[in-house]
């Protein structure tokens, strides 16, 4: 079965600094989709930005992109230019190629962004 | 664009009462899911559907109900609350047709139960 862990509960950056969440997974498939969601206190989960194993390329979305390591089996989150409105937790997520769509999910880490 | 609407967003139970969360989604999807989030834990799966009239089992499904009498509804149902089951419950679904990838899962805003 697969796995995802967030090893960081929390992380605090400087407003305009740059921050990384760092997140890992385990499996087995060769082909699957990595997500980072985002969620502030409203409680609303938002997509942060996505990856398909099958691409090479890290997936950039404006000041958020990733550092897909697939051999090493890591899918970190770097947040630039952090501004207060990014203050949220922020939970990895992994979906297997099955006909179900599930997504499994890590535990979050929580981004405190210090004006 | 309402996406995914769940009630109530609050809700105090006692211990042995029952009572049905709602999910509704006006995005003609297929798949819809309920997860539980607890602090520290992430989401966990209690319960899915592939479609209409389809139901499955997803990690935690003990102590839950669940039906999908209408696609674009998808219902969750506690018979006898216990205090485990204090937790913030979301709804998501997503398209068959389109890969989830592209857009993800889309959520519901929650419904925060306690069970006292």
């Known amino acids: 079965a697969q796995t995802v862990t967030q090893s960081q509960p929390e992380m605090s950056v400087q407003e305009a600094e740059t921050v990384t969440l760092s997140c890992t997974y385990d499996t087995s498939e060769s082909d699957y989709y990595l997500f980072w969601y985002k969620q502030p206190p409203s409680r609303q989960m938002i997509l942060v930005i996505r990856q398909e194993a099958y691409k090479q390329q890290n997936a950039t979305e404006n000041r958020f992109s990733v550092n897909f390591q697939k051999a090493a089996k890591s899918f970190s989150l770097k947040i630039s230019d952090s501004q207060l409105g990014d203050a949220a937790m922020y939970f990895c997520?992994?979906?297997?190629?099955?006909?179900?769509?599930?997504?499994?999910w890590g535990a979050g880490t929580k981004l405190i962004i210090k004006p | 664009n309402a996406g995914v609407t769940q009630t109530p967003k609050f809700r105090v139970l006692k211990t042995g009462q029952s009572m049905t969360l709602l999910c509704a989604q006006d995005m003609n999807h297929e798949y819809m899911y309920w997860y539980r989030q607890d602090p520290g834990m992430g989401l966990r799966l209690i319960h899915y559907?592939?479609?209409?009239?389809?139901?499955a089992k997803g990690e935690v499904p003990d102590g839950y109900n669940v039906s999908r009498l209408k696609k674009q509804n998808f219902l969750l149902g506690l018979e006898s609350a216990a205090p485990s089951q204090t937790s913030v419950y979301f709804c998501?679904?997503?398209?068959?047709?389109?890969?989830?990838?592209?857009?993800?899962?889309?959520f519901g805003s929650g419904t925060r139960l306690t069970v006292v």
């Open positions: 997520a992994y979906r297997s190629m099955d006909s179900n769509y599930q997504l499994i």
């Open positions: 559907s592939v479609g209409e009239g389809t139901t």
């Open positions: 998501a679904s997503s398209n068959r047709d389109r890969p989830p990838h592209y857009y993800g899962y889309t």
